[in-house]
């Protein structure tokens, strides 16, 4: 079956933050993109530790560059990340196998990614520009999982009985 939600890391740096966002997908049956220029090899010590004893089950796919990964999303419904989009996460477009795209902790996603696809922000005050990544897809993860699929957060199904209890 295919999954509900794929999130994609755009040159991700810091293999801690992948490590537990690759936890995180596995635990909402989520598939993780990874596009490279990578800042880590993924058999890294340090993903592994974040990802706990969980990484070698994640369902991981690599792409070579932007270009290998836009190609293949070019087909599907994409809600691009980025502290310069215009509206909020909550307003997103959030339908089954929607792509979840973040860029790398520094700087986000490339200014040519933002030219040609809407991108979405998550609201905050004060003087922090942006989440930790793995914070960030947490919270646009769980709330896309909510707006497709509310039975998991209902009692006695969702997180307590597994995907299997909703989906299967």
Known sequence: MPPLL???????????NTGN??????????????????????????VR?????YWKHVDLVEHSGLAAFATWAADRPLISMSSHGQRPYTEAPFEEGAVLVFGRESVGLPASWRRQHPCWRIPMTGAVRSLNLANAVAVVAYHALHRLDPRWFTAGSGPAGGLEAVHG
């Open 6 to 16: 794929h999130v994609a890391l755009v040159a991700p740096e810091i293999a801690p």
């Open 21 to 46: 966002i690759g936890r995180l997908c596995l635990g909402i049956g989520a598939r993780l993109h990874l596009v490279h220029p990578l800042g880590f090899r993924t058999d890294e010590k340090a």
């Open 49 to 53: 530790r974040a990802g706990l004893d």
